[in-house]
């Protein structure tokens, strides 16, 4: 008996496993973003956005937009991140996609106010979820991605099937409620369509093995470890450094991570030591 209480004494509360988890998800996000940055290889196709543009730079815990992660490229485009392990189709407010619209409401509603416009095509907010999230995400995303081409509110809702409007409905309710809550200016169709536009869901599989993992491990090695099949043992310590961002919330650049690889003995082989500034 006096075991078992010390070991349930140690065993931490179910709240800090659920943040332990969510802070480790969040790193793996930002991984496989920070991997794609060393490599020097567009991200765009992947978000809707021109596969042209290079990331630069990223931080986590920013304290603005999505606020988990920002991404910004090359051609001043960005990329805002919002990393949720129990993301749900749920129309409550404080659930974790009530949540990450309300973050988005800010974006475009502050946007608004300042008469600051949001340039649609360079500008995404993602939500990104685990690879096991419910499939009715899925009618969210389909329902948002009706609008990229253009199109109004009601009439192009009124098109989707059935489970693509149910989606859509309880993104304009979720919507609609954190507008209220933030701004008393109106809101308009024109802004929920530029939400829309705006809002990607994206599943992220980045456990050692998963799918998006051995992309980031084989883009990693072949582009500065000298072959894709010595990219492994650096990703992992780039995840330890991207979680090490969580905390400090500074941001990182690529020779500021290839840096830190090498003071981990990762030696990349296709970068000059001396002079790898100027591929910043």
Request: hydrophobic share 45%; glycine share 8%; proline share 3%.
């Amino acid at each position: 008996m006096i075991k078992k209480n010390i070991k349930e004494a140690r065993r931490p509360p179910a709240g800090g496993r659920a943040t332990e988890a969510g802070m480790n998800f969040q790193a793996e996000v930002g991984t496989w973003f920070a991997a794609h940055l060393l490599a020097r290889l567009p991200v765009g196709r992947r978000f809707g956005m021109a596969n042209v543009a290079l990331p630069i730079s990223i931080q986590l815990e920013t304290g603005a937009g999505l606020d988990d992660a920002l991404l910004i490229q090359d051609d001043s485009s960005r990329i805002d991140i919002q990393a949720k392990t129990h993301a749900n189709l749920s129309a409550s407010s404080n659930g974790a996609l009530g949540k990450t619209i309300a973050q988005l409401v800010r974006i475009v509603a502050d946007a608004k106010i300042s008469r600051t416009a949001i340039d649609t095509s360079k500008t995404r907010a993602v939500l990104a979820v685990t690879a096991a999230a419910p499939r009715t995400l899925d009618n969210l995303e389909r329902g948002c991605r009706a609008f990229d081409l253009g199109g109004v509110w009601v009439t192009t809702k009124a098109q989707r099937n059935q489970a693509e409007r149910a989606a859509l409905d309880i993104f304009e309710a979720n919507a609609r409620s954190a507008w209220v809550a933030h701004t008393t200016i109106s809101l308009d169709e024109d802004d929920l369509v530029t939400m829309a536009r705006l809002f990607h869901i994206v599943r992220f599989s980045m456990e050692e093995g998963d799918d998006n993992w051995r992309e980031a491990a084989r883009v990693l090695g072949s582009q500065l470890y000298g072959g894709a099949a010595a990219g492994e043992a650096p990703l992992r310590d780039l995840k330890a450094i991207i979680r090490g961002l969580i905390g400090s919330g500074a941001p990182a650049d690529r020779a500021g991570l290839i840096r830190e690889l090498r003071t981990r003995g990762h030696n990349d082989v296709d970068l000059p030591r001396d002079f790898s500034s100027i591929w910043n």
